[in-house]
């Protein structure tokens, strides 16, 4: 572990001041490495106060921790700092042969996409951003719902650590207080050769203290939390892929249609270059949205958008 690693665990589980020299002495670092520490987490984004003859105090702010990730989930984690995006850090290692079950991790993308390659708001603080990458080998009609159960096991980690009920929006979209919080996207490589989807790729991005939208999405993004946040990035990313990983698929996609946004709402929709509108009636465990037309008939929507006609 790195210094300001160590640092910031010490700081995180304080409730007061802790003098430099302290510091240092339970770190066994001299004084001048626990200064630097301090630089390196403040300009990490860490908040911290520092009082002559009291010392160093975390006001607010966390540090990704993957070694304490690892501890708590049977999974690799590898983090960068700042990245082009997860997603490609994941594909990129999956094209040079390394293993699944393996989480790239970062708190700040340069060129983050979600569906439709539409950019994804990735600023360098208050964000988690992250890609599991997983090796099912199963035929596409026994592949697992993926962004459901993502979705699933999102709600109940925050529910677990915050007791926050956030909703969900078909298919792929996190939403607190009518205003989008995190958005999931899962892409499947096939190979030619057997016909089996090989591997899954999961994207995450989660708003967890960003306090600041561009105009464009100001309306529309919201955060889980204002800062200060009573957990840490580290806790809610554990908790995320064990609920991921220990959960039964059933009771993760029974939570997926509990709290969803859409089901017993009037939704509008393109269809054959047509706006359509209809009540969701249902979601099946593959992801399919059941809309009940204005005429009483039924379709099943495999992919695509939806708006909701009302909040309420």
């Known amino acids: 572990m790195k210094s300001y690693q160590a640092v910031y665990q010490i700081l995180a589980t304080e409730n007061d001041y802790l003098s430099g020299e302290k510091i240092a002495e339970k770190l066994e670092l001299s004084r001048t490495s626990v200064w630097k520490a ?20 975390l006001i607010q702010g966390d540090l990704i921790l993957p070694q304490e990730i690892e501890k708590q989930v049977p999974i690799k984690v590898c983090f960068k700092s700042k990245t082009k995006s997860t997603q490609t ?3 990129e290692a999956m094209e040079m042969g390394k293993e699944g079950n393996t989480l790239y991790l970062s708190t700040s993308q340069s060129a983050g996409r979600g569906r439709f390659q539409r950019p994804y708001y990735s600023p360098a603080q208050g964000g988690i951003y992250m890609s599991l990458h997983i090796q099912p080998n199963l035929p596409y009609d026994q592949l697992p719902a993926y962004t459901l159960l993502t979705a699933g096991a999102i709600y109940k980690a925050i529910k677990n650590l915050s007791l926050i009920d956030v909703d969900i929006k078909w298919v792929n979209d996190i939403y607190f207080k009518q205003k989008k919080i995190a958005g999931i996207l899962t892409e499947a490589m096939t190979s030619v050769e057997t016909g089996l989807v090989t591997d899954v790729i999961i994207g995450v991005g989660i708003n967890f203290t960003i306090s600041d939208f561009p105009k464009e999405i100001k309306e529309k993004a919201g955060s889980l939390f204002t800062p200060p946040a009573p957990i840490t990035r580290n806790e809610l990313i554990s908790e995320i892929w064990r609920c991921f990983y220990q959960t039964a698929p059933e009771e993760l996609l029974y939570l997926y249609k509990k709290h969803s946004l859409v089901l017993g709402r009037v939704v509008s929709f393109i269809q054959d270059q047509t706006e359509k509108k209809g009540v969701a009636k249902d979601i099946s465990d593959k992801g399919q949205l059941l809309i009940q037309l204005n005429d009483q008939t039924e379709i099943w929507l495999n992919s695509g958008e939806i708006s909701l006609t009302s909040w309420t």
Not at 46 to 56: A, T, V
Request: positive net charge; charged residues 40%; hydrophobic residues 25%.
């Open 89 to 91: 850090d994941a594909k």
């Open 38 to 57: 301090i630089q390196r987490l403040q300009q990490e984004g860490l908040e911290i106060d520092s009082i002559k003859n009291k010392g160093y105090k």
